[in-house]
């Protein structure tokens, strides 16, 4: 069954360091995701893509966050400059023709900030 | 904003048993969904209902939807042990643009041997 890969399953970086997570959607789907959860915390969107622009941003998403699809299967996040309040675990999610079908969750990145 | 919020936030009860978690929003929605998420994993879809919808089946799992109390209901019947994770409604803003969904807090359900 596809499935939402995400790669590295768990990144270390210092403070002020600039970090790329990344992401392969389901091959067919059209929109992308990323998420954040913060320990114990709710998930909370940041950021839906859709034709090589970003549809909507949440109140999180700053300046300075990016998103970016550099080929045909890659999604990826980058943080510029990583604050200790970043460390959170990081979710690519992918949905097939529409924003209001199911989102499917990749495993997550396990992003954490010294 | 809109808020799913799900309750009880923590249910324990016996495998064989069923299990009920509530989940209230706020603001119209296109559709809601629920997830399963197991320790420090991902997040696992387990079922859409869309805001015509009512009820919908898949499994041991039922889902209602009540728009007009803004509510939904995820019914697991003949628990298992397997069942024992973090169960999140999320919820699609039908205002046009917002497709981000909205996370609740999650309900914490074990189930014992």
């Known amino acids: 069954e596809p499935e939402v890969t995400q790669t590295p399953s768990h990144q270390v970086t210092q403070m002020g360091q600039e970090v790329i997570l990344r992401c392969v959607p389901i091959?067919?789907?059209?929109?992308f995701y990323w998420y954040r959860q913060i320990l114990g915390q709710k998930v909370e969107f940041l950021v839906s893509f859709y034709n090589n622009e970003i549809s909507e941003k949440s109140e999180i998403f700053d300046d300075q966050f990016s998103v970016e699809r550099p080929d045909g299967s890659n999604f990826t996040l980058k943080i510029r400059s990583t604050k200790l309040e970043d460390s959170a675990m990081y979710f690519c999610?992918?949905?097939?023709?529409?924003?209001?079908?199911?989102?499917?969750f990749g495993p997550g990145t396990r992003l954490t900030v010294t | 904003s809109q808020q799913g919020e799900e309750d009880p936030q923590a249910l324990s009860i016996q495998e064989g048993e069923n299990a009920t978690m509530n989940c209230s929003y706020k603001?119209?929605?296109?559709?809601l969904q629920w997830y399963r998420q197991n320790s420090g994993r991902g997040l696992v879809h387990l079922i859409l209902i869309r805001s015509n919808e009512r009820e919908k089946h898949s499994g041991r799992l039922r889902v209602t939807l009540d728009t007009s109390k803004k509510s939904s209901s995820l019914l697991i019947t003949a628990s298992r042990a397997a069942d024992t994770a973090s169960y999140f409604c999320?919820?699609?803003?039908?205002?046009?643009?917002?497709?981000?969904?909205?996370f609740g807090k999650g309900t914490h359900l074990i189930i014992q041997p």
């Open positions: 999610a992918s949905s097939a023709l529409r924003a209001e079908d199911e989102q499917y």
């Open positions: 603001t119209s929605i296109n559709n």
């Open positions: 999320a919820t699609a803003w039908s205002g046009g643009g917002a497709d981000g969904l909205t």
């Open positions: 091959s067919n789907h059209l929109y």
